[in-house]
């Protein structure tokens, strides 16, 4: 469950972890990158993500904010190189 004053299933961390990890993988971002992005071990993402451990709210929300930083500009460029694709298609 997540801790500080947030409780929910472990099903439901899991499944969250997950959403992170696939979010970091559609954009190819090492989740070692997030963790140091997030000011947390690499060791600590992956014990989330294997149940070992329970992240809490405040880390669990770095690790989300860093994934999120970490693929933004990906993501605007990948938008940049689609609308070049299409401009020259036509």
Do not use: C
């Not at 000011?39 to 329970?54: C, E, L, M, N, Y």
Request: glycine share 2%; no cysteine.
């Amino acid at each position: 469950m997540i801790t500080d004053n947030l409780t929910i299933e472990e099903d439901e961390v899991l499944s969250l972890i997950k959403e992170i990890y696939d979010e970091a993988w559609k954009y190819r971002v090492p989740m070692y990158k997030v963790a140091e992005e997030a000011g947390i071990t690499f060791a600590t993402i992956s014990q989330w993500r294997h149940g070992h451990r329970d992240p809490s709210l405040r880390n669990y929300l770095k690790v989300l904010y860093a994934v999120q930083d970490l693929t933004k500009d990906l993501e605007i460029q990948r938008t940049k190189r689609e609308m070049r694709a299409r401009a020259h298609a036509r």
